[in-house]
């Protein structure tokens, strides 16, 4: 069986199949069967157990790691990269012993479930959870993270269950081994980097790093950073109201009523010591406010990295003649994605811009209102 692309495998994982996940395509690569946590069955961890004989191992979402309370197993600082086990758990109140395929479909089941609660799952136990690192393969490539990503990238919940491949002797098996394997029980095969390839050419290369509470004089609200794939710095986003909260699968909640944004490049001199060269400072206090008064909103701070002095006094000079605007399609790109990632649909544009903005609704974004910020 040759190797799959991403959709076909996809396909299968939403349709309750299994496939094969390979590190890469080098004879030495090892491999794992997986499916989608969602789809697990008995059947399908008999047959992981059966025929792959390795571990069967659960990835889960680091948020949803810390929601249901399952600590890492142990910590190496020397090698912040490695596999990251946690406790390992049984669903509490199984039928049948808790090592029955059965029971163990179960607990990854009970797991998963979006009521699930740390107190429904009994430590130790029969299944292995493995904590993904958020961002998926881009930030590591492992297997956790790509069976983590498949499931995602299939439309639903982003877990996968995992059993390395071994042979009758119990070694782990190797490329040939696992083509020929593939072809015994017609899998179809993927590498990890099938899948970042995928992702790079699908999906907004903007990955949400941290969120912190920022009290400002202008009232409370939440500091999100973004990173963009060409930035060296991150993007921020200052929300309120909830917008940009995760669920506990680290997924965004949406906004889908209008909520009140401002999008704004980052300007020094204005922002930050008042210069009378343009109206940067004033609009972003401005625009604190009216979201302080609304209660809910966001304001985008897009970073700027000046080559020149000069560049870095006069940000508006080469772009535009008005301050304030966003100064070419780039950030209307990159405000967007970051509008986007904070769940909102129905924008309420703090702007004294006349300007169209460009190519939003790709992200799923409308303007409903312009509200001036004098
Ligand atoms: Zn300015």
Known sequence: MPFASVPEILKELRRGGTALLLDHREPDSLGDIICAAEKVSAKTLNFMASEARGLIRLSLPAKLCEDLQLE?????????????????????????????????????????????????????????PLRARTGGVLIRAGKTEGSMDLARLAGMCPAGVMCEVLDTKGEQMRLNQLKRFSSKHNLKMCTIADIIEFRLS?????????????????????LIAFRSMQDPEPHIALCKGGVGDLDRFGRVIPRPEPVLVRVQPECLPGCVFGTQFCTCGKSLAKAQERIEEEGKGAIVLLRRYPARVEEMVHPHATSSRSPAVPADRRDFGLGSQILHS?????????????????????????????????
């Open 342 to 374: 904070l769940g909102l649909n129905q924008l309420r544009v703090l702007t004294n811009s006349r300007q169209k903005i460009f190519g939003i609704e790709g992200f799923g974004l409308s303007v409903v209102e312009r509200l001036s910020l004098r």
């Open 72 to 128: 890492i197993q142990a910590r190496n600082p020397d090698f912040p990269l490695q596999k990251a086990f946690t406790v390992s758990i049984d669903a509490r109140g199984l039928l049948h012993p808790g090592i029955s395929v059965k029971s163990r479909a179960k607990t990854i089941l009970t797991a998963i479930d979006t009521e699930c609660k740390a107190s429904d799952l009994v430590r130790p136990g029969h299944v292995l």
């Open 202 to 222: 699908h999906e907004e290369i903007i990955e949400r790093l941290e969120d912190v509470e920022m009290p400002t004089d202008y009232g409370n609200f939440r």
